[in-house]
């Protein structure tokens, strides 16, 4: 599923963020080389998809993702930092956002989101997580994956009950060891053993 970055007050059209993957990817090289300026595609609403709609109530709003994971993620963080109706507005105090990427080339939306950094410094901290970053390049940030030690680093303590509210977005395998299986509301994992539960995570 593709996920929108765009906000609900964009009525008419919304935005998609692709990653195209060349020749590996049927979808995104249609999406992003073939499909010409004015062509249709058509698009469907899934339910199982919305996890939790914008305003949020949380004081605290902490987000997991991984690669293409991050698309959800910066269509809340436009409802948190941005600039709609006061009905739009969340109650959100801060937003730690921990992004996995192989390499500083693999991080998508990474403008959008060093500028929501600077202009909301104080609200918005964005980590990046790389895995393959090569040794001598001259990347000074987190390295490896994003695990208990990076969570328990960053992120709130699950003490705080409702005033912490944590979303995660990635690949199986980042499900599979921080949360448990997407289609499953239960938390495992991780953030299981951190104390977090069903009704502090949400898995998109």
């Known amino acids: 599923p593709s996920q929108p970055i765009s906000t609900n007050a964009q009525v008419g059209s919304f935005d998609l963020l692709i990653k195209d993957y060349g020749e590996n990817g049927f979808l995104s090289k249609y999406l992003c080389e073939d499909l010409e300026i004015g062509g249709k595609v058509n698009f469907k609403h899934i339910d199982f998809n919305v996890k939790i709609p914008a305003p949020f109530k949380q004081k605290k709003v902490c987000m997991i993702a991984g690669g293409t994971g991050i698309t959800p993620m910066i269509q809340a963080l436009h409802a948190i930092l941005g600039e709609g109706p006061d009905e739009q507005k969340s109650e959100t105090e801060e937003v730690i956002l921990l992004y996995g990427s192989r390499n500083k080339n693999d991080i998508l939306g990474g403008d959008m989101l060093e500028k929501w950094a600077l202009s909301h410094d104080g ?6 997580i790389l895995s393959h970053e090569p040794e001598d390049s001259d990347y000074t940030g987190e390295r490896g994956f994003i695990d208990k030690e990076k969570i328990q680093k960053y992120f709130p303590p699950a003490s705080l009950g409702d005033d912490v509210i944590i979303f995660v977005c990635g690949p199986p395998i980042m499900y599979e060891i921080l949360c448990g299986p997407r289609n499953e509301k239960e938390v495992s994992g ?7 539960t069903s009704s502090q995570v949400f898995k998109f």
């Not at 609200?123 to 990046?128: A, Q, R, T």
């Not at 991780?190 to 977090?196: F, I, T």
């Open 190 to 196: 991780v953030l299981a053993e951190l104390g977090y």
């Open 123 to 128: 609200k918005f901290k964005h980590i990046d």
